[in-house]
């Protein structure tokens, strides 16, 4: 082979080592990032994480605060009733009064 022909290739190669070596470069590069990437997706991950078990706790605290307000609203309903039928009788025995007091008032005038 002539000295033109073996330099042209020792160039083409010497060209084709070097574009070798850039798309390492690069995949390196994109190997690095996809590391980043991963490392910053497991953090978002951990925080999703931690936020759930707050949102876990503070339903099992919502549905104690709600069994609690239940509970409460049965007491004041109870006493509620007790209420009106202590004001029923209240009522029942004022009737009656005025009525023997009426009665007695006519009997008096007689």
Not at 12 to 24: A, E, F, P
Not at 50 to 55: K, P, T, V, W, Y
Request: hydrophobic share 35%; no cysteine; charged share 40%.
């Amino acid at each position: 082979m002539d000295t033109n022909r073996l330099d042209k290739i020792e160039e083409m190669l010497s060209t084709l080592i070097t574009m070798v070596g850039n798309l390492n470069d690069k995949q390196n590069n994109m190997e690095v990032r996809l590391d980043n990437i991963e490392s910053r997706l497991d953090n978002i991950e951990s925080r999703l994480d931690n936020i759930e078990a707050r949102l876990d706790k503070m339903e099992a605290r919502l549905d104690k605060v709600e069994e609690s307000q239940n509970s409460m609203r049965e007491e004041i309903m109870a006493k509620l009733k007790e209420i009106q039928a202590d004001q029923d009788h209240v009522w029942e025995k004022a009737v009656r009064n005025e009525r023997d007091i009426v009665k007695l008032k006519s009997h008096l005038q007689l």
